[in-house]
């Protein structure tokens, strides 16, 4: 009799949905996948946390009725970066209101969700960003690392980095200057962990009577973004916002968009308008491949030799 029920029991155990399975990274690479990515190029309006929430979720509604799988959204979308009023407003993530926000909108949508948010964490505040699944669940969570010097007074440093691995493949995290760091040592790390894509929510601005004729903006990020997704095959994308700094030492500045996205082998694909109104969604056509190497094998392969 005890051994009629171990039978029934093992066989039982390998019925079609009698166990979870766990999504390998194996699973995830068997099929690279092809998927429309939404770039998220929004209006965010200093210190306005419910009306900036409100028009994020009416983007990412719009995203997932055109069929993107994943909506990439700005920098400190919920007060506008460097807005002093994160310091009192603020949530934990996940928990906040803002994080909630999301994390339902991506549930309502079927959709991920890639975004920058102010994190209250005890009395510390972080310039943080997410990656949500359609599930509404956080994937993974990081703190600016390379946060530029003024606004160290405001936010608190970050301390590490990571990918995640999901059906859209490899994704590394970022955030604005973090593409900077020396030697873009901090986009190297992502892709030396394994990123296919690296995403990176973002706020770029200018000064009072910037002249885009003369000077066209987005040099800085192309130095950035080009020589990575060259160097190791992979895919960089990231998103600005749009509309008035009113806080901190760039008040009076504009944030002018011009995200902009590279595919593998250093190729620019798509710059969004460049101007304080350029509020828009352009959509990106990603075509996953497999990775070209790994380890110590990166060198032979960026030095021709494999």
């Not at 979720?57 to 719009?62: A, G, N, S």
């Not at 060259?230 to 760039?250: A, C, H, L, P, Q």
């Not at 190729?267 to 109104?277: D, F, I, M, N, T």
């Amino acid at each position: 009799m005890r051994n009629l029920l171990f039978i029934i029991l093992f066989l039982v155990s390998l019925a079609p949905g009698a166990r979870k399975k766990e999504k390998s990274m194996d699973t995830f690479k068997a099929v690279p996948p092809s998927y429309k990515l939404a770039m998220v190029q929004m209006e965010v309006k200093g210190g306005d946390q419910a009306g900036n929430l409100a028009r994020a979720e009416d983007r990412i509604r719009e995203a997932s009725v055109h069929g993107a799988r994943i909506a990439l959204l700005p920098e400190a979308l919920d007060f506008g970066w460097c807005h002093s009023s994160a310091r009192e407003k603020a949530g934990p993530i996940p928990g906040g209101v803002s994080y909630e926000a999301l994390s339902k909108a991506a549930r309502e949508n079927t959709i991920y969700i890639c975004a920058g948010l102010a994190e209250k964490d005890g009395d510390r505040l972080y310039n943080s960003a997410v990656i949500i699944d359609p599930d509404g669940e956080l994937l993974i969570k990081h703190r600016k690392l390379n946060e530029l010097d003024f606004a160290h007074d405001l936010y608190d440093q970050g301390d590490r980095l990571n990918v995640v691995h999901t059906d859209l493949g490899t994704m590394g995290l970022l955030i604005c200057a973090d593409a900077n760091a020396d030697g873009q040592a901090l986009s190297k790390s992502l892709c030396y962990m394994g990123a296919d894509i690296i995403l990176s929510p973002c706020a770029w601005a200018v000064p009072p009577g910037y002249d885009n004729k003369a000077e066209p903006y987005g040099d800085t990020w192309r130095n950035a973004y080009g020589p990575i997704s060259k160097m190791f095959d992979v895919w960089f994308v990231g998103v600005s916002n749009v509309g008035k700094v009113d806080d901190g030492k760039w008040s009076g500045w504009d944030c002018i968009g011009c995200s902009l996205a590279y595919a593998p082998g250093g190729k620019e694909v798509l710059q969004a308008p460049y101007g304080l109104h350029a509020d828009t969604i352009i959509y990106l056509d990603v075509q996953l491949h497999d990775r070209p190497a790994r380890g110590t094998d990166w060198p032979g392969y960026m030095h021709g030799n494999k």
